[in-house]
């Protein structure tokens, strides 16, 4: 995981998204991933569609809403791979953690974690938070979409400061 908006500008509920970036070598499936947060695991819907395919270098981003006048103006499709996960999963704006996992995450194996704590400050309030490539974290500084938020779902990050 590489940027998470953790608490959109205004309501929150079907905006929270977390964008992956395949950092290997190779061609990913993203079939049978699942997000979980400390209390509720879901698995990643994908629509019609097969799970996609995410090549080397290829981000995707998991949404709450595919509906992108629901969930801050986020486009998925051709340009954009990406799944839902719904709102069983939250990410909670004071403290929290996001595991990525292949299978639900109570039996399946952990391919990512983020943890945040109430360090992040009103800094990131309507600001994604961005993890680099040197794992700096900083909050998103580009504005996006239609509902006055932060952030670079789909596309490279600046490195951060």
Known sequence: M???LINPAGTDTGREWVELLNRSTH????AGLHLSDASNDAAVEFGAAAAPLLAAGQRSVLVQSRDPTKNGGIVLG???AGGT???LVSLNNEADSISLCDGPCASGAVL???TWDSSLGPGY???ALVIDSSNKRCPATQPFGDAASFGTPGTPNPPCP
């Open 78 to 80: 051709p340009g954009l």
């Open 125 to 127: 309030d309507g600001h």
């Open 112 to 114: 990512d974690r983020v």
């Open 85 to 87: 996960f719904g709102t």
């Open 2 to 4: 590489v940027e998470l």
């Open 27 to 30: 061609t990913l499936s993203l």
